[in-house]
Nanobody
Framework: QVQLVESGGGLVQAGGSLRLSCAAS????????MGWFRRSPGKEREFVAA????????SYAESVKGRFTISRDNAKKTVYLQMNSLKPEDTAVYYC??????????WGQGTQVTVSS
């Protein structure tokens, strides 16, 4: 069982930066791959970024590539999403999730990110 709690969201101007954190409970955090997703009003939830259990492999949505960076600290049981050069279209609720296999099994409650123009 893994519980995930996101933090770090807020209101920022376009061009600004935010760093989201996702703190996990449970002793097996390091065995889970982690991902960040987001949902904007009226839109489906979409993939943002993912990182392997070791941190050695990452992937990004095209829309955030070059601007966002996912990382993790297994000793702190935390995964991060550094978001730079934010755009109004990045406004969404951001969720972190954990998986051991194909599907993401555990989800956080989300943190709101609002980017003003």
């Amino acid at each position: 069982q893994v519980q995930l709690v996101e933090s770090g969201g807020g209101l920022v101007q376009a061009g600004g930066s935010l760093r989201l954190s996702c703190a996990a409970s449970g002793r097996t955090f390091s065995s889970y791959a982690m991902g960040w997703f987001r949902r904007s009003p009226g839109k489906e939830r979409e993939f943002v970024a993912a990182i392997s259990w070791s941190g050695g492999s990452t992937s990004y949505a095209e829309s955030v590539k070059g601007r966002f960076t996912i990382s993790r600290d297994n000793a702190k049981k935390t995964v991060y999403l550094q978001m730079n050069s934010l755009k109004p279209e990045d406004t969404a609720v951001y969720y972190c999730a954990a998986k051991k296999a194909v599907e993401y099994d555990y989800w956080g409650q989300g943190t709101q990110v609002t980017v003003s123009s």
